[in-house]
C-alpha cells in the first residue's frame, strides 16, 4: 500500500507521519511537494498538520488552491483514501471534502495536550481495528480546532453516520456536539484534530493511534 504525504512551506508534522506509515508499518511512502501534480501511484493522500502557506488568510484557505489539493479531490472522488490530519483537516473542509469549518478554540489560546477520544462507529477502514464506544487517548495541538458548522449541516453529519471520533470527558476547544473527527458520506475521506501519528510508537508514550493506520491497512489487504 503505498501512502503519499503531502508537503506544504510550512508543514511541520509530514516527517511524522511518514515514520509511522515507511519505518513503523514498512509502507511505501513518498513525500509530495505542493505543487505535484501526479498522485497516480498512490492508495492514500495524507495532508499532515503544520502551518501550510503560514495559515494567512485563515488556516488551509489558501493551501486548497494549491495543485496537489486540485489532484487530492480527484484522488477522493475516486473513492480512494485521503486523511487530513489537524491543519489537513483544515484544509479538507476548506476544499470541500469534508462539511464543516474549524475555527479559533473556545479560549482563545493554542492548546497542547492529550485528550480521551471516544470511538463513534467501527464499520470503517478508518476505525475497524477499534472497539465501537473504546476510548482512546490521542495528542492535541491546535489554536484553531474548534468544529463548527451551521443546523442544517450539522444535523446532515449526525443523520449521515460521520461523526468518527468526539472528544470524551473535558472538550478542551469547544467543537460543536464534541466533535473531533468526520469522515464523508463515503467513508474513504477523514479529517481529524487530533493527531495518530504521535501516538503510534510506544517511545511515545501510547500506540492508540496506530491502529488507526493498520486498520487502513487490513481492510485495502483483504480487498487485494
Not at 505542493?34 to 492514500?44: C, I, R, S
Request: proline content about 5%.
Amino acid at each position: 500500500m503505498k501512502f503519499g504525504i503531502v508537503v506544504f512551506p510550512g508543514s511541520n508534522c509530514d516527517r511524522d507521519v511518514a515514520y509511522v506509515t515507511r519505518d513503523i508499518l514498512k509502507q511505501p511512502t513518498r513525500m509530495v511537494w505542493h505543487e505535484d501534480t501526479d498522485l497516480t501511484d498512490l492508495d492514500v493522500v495524507v495532508v499532515p498538520g503544520g502551518f501550510s502557506y503560514g495559515d494567512y488568510l485563515r488556516c488551509g484557505a489558501i493551501a486548497k488552491f494549491s495543485p496537489v489539493m486540485q489532484q487530492a479531490i480527484a484522488h477522493a472522488q475516486q473513492g480512494k483514501f485521503v486523511l487530513g490530519i489537524c491543519n489537513g483537516f483544515q484544509i479538507l473542509t476548506e476544499a470541500g471534502l469534508l462539511p464543516g469549518a474549524l475555527v479559533r478554540n473556545r479560549d482563545l489560546h493554542f492548546i497542547c495536550d492529550r485528550v480521551e477520544l471516544k470511538v463513534e462507529r467501527t464499520d470503517l477502514p478508518w476505525t475497524q481495528a477499534y472497539s465501537e464506544g473504546e476510548v482512546i487517548n490521542i495528542p492535541i495541538a491546535h489554536g484553531e480546532g474548534r468544529f463548527y458548522a451551521d443546523k442544517q449541516t450539522l444535523e446532515e453529519i449526525e443523520a449521515n453516520n460521520q461523526v468518527l471520533f468526539r472528544y470524551a470527558g473535558d472538550n478542551p476547544n469547544g467543537s460543536v456536539n464534541n466533535i473531533a473527527g468526520i469522515c464523508n458520506r463515503q467513508g474513504n475521506v477523514l479529517g481529524m484534530m487530533p493527531h495518530p501519528e504521535r501516538a503510534s510508537d510506544p517511545i511515545l508514550g501510547g500506540t492508540d493511534g496506530l491502529k488507526l493506520f493498520q486498520g487502513l491497512l487490513e481492510r485495502v489487504a483483504a480487498i487485494v
